[in-house]
């Protein structure tokens, strides 16, 4: 059994900077692909940033030079490091592992004021 536990979300005000944590334990045999997905109201769940188990980087074009995605030396935690924040950037934040099933965070929320 594998949990995934986000944190750090809260409210800010535009251009302001958010970090987020997410970290992985139990049974994890091997490096996990890890992902920072959000959903805002009303639309669907969308990738923001993935670091994958060989250490490559995908972001979304909407967050490209603002978020930076990395991970610590025991690999199981991803931090998302986030400036510049707009108002768009407004949601609920997941943090997924992949281990071949895919586990997924309880989500955090993230509130950018303007």
């Known amino acids: 059994q594998v949990h995934v536990v986000e944190s750090g979300g809260g409210l800010v005000q535009a251009g302001g900077s958010l970090r987020l944590s997410c970290t992985a334990s139990?049974?994890?045999?091997?490096?996990?692909?890890m992902g920072w997905y959000r959903q805002a109201p009303g639309n669907e769940r969308e990738l923001v940033a993935l670091?994958?188990?060989?250490?490559?980087?995908t972001y979304a074009e909407s967050v490209k030079g603002r978020f930076t995605i990395s991970r610590d030396n025991a690999k199981t935690t991803a931090i998302l490091q986030m400036n510049s924040l707009k108002p768009e950037d407004t949601a609920v934040y997941y943090c997924a592992a992949f281990l071949g099933t895919t586990y997924w965070g309880q989500g955090t929320q993230v509130t950018v004021s303007s």
């Open positions: 670091i994958r188990s060989s250490g490559t980087i």
């Open positions: 139990g049974i994890i045999i091997s490096i996990p692909g």
